[in-house]
């Protein structure tokens, strides 16, 4: 009996899955004074928000310096094998 009541409330002290964090809020629905309590837990949907953001910024300053190295390096590739220096201008 005790088992069931307390596997709801498990959890690992650091790192977290959101799953587990949504578990235990959903346990503990039920708490005297709310706003105290929750104060320096996560705000999930606003870190799920953060997460979304970070990963268009990667993707949108990654993708041009990408393509600039991997053109480079075919570049390399295409004047070493026919044997044309590339010039300083270039």
Do not use: C
Request: no cysteine; glycine share 2%; charged share 30%.
């Amino acid at each position: 009996m005790e088992w069931n009541l307390l596997k709801d409330f498990e959890l690992e002290p650091k790192n977290r899955s959101v799953e587990a964090l949504r578990r235990w809020r959903s346990a503990v629905t039920l708490v005297k004074n709310r706003r105290r309590r929750f104060r320096m837990v996560a705000d999930l949907e606003k870190r799920s928000e953060a997460e979304q953001i970070k990963q268009g910024i990667k993707v949108s300053f990654s993708s041009p310096y990408l393509f600039h190295f991997i053109s480079s390096i075919i570049l390399s590739l295409v004047l070493n094998a026919t044997g044309i220096r590339k010039t300083s201008s270039d």
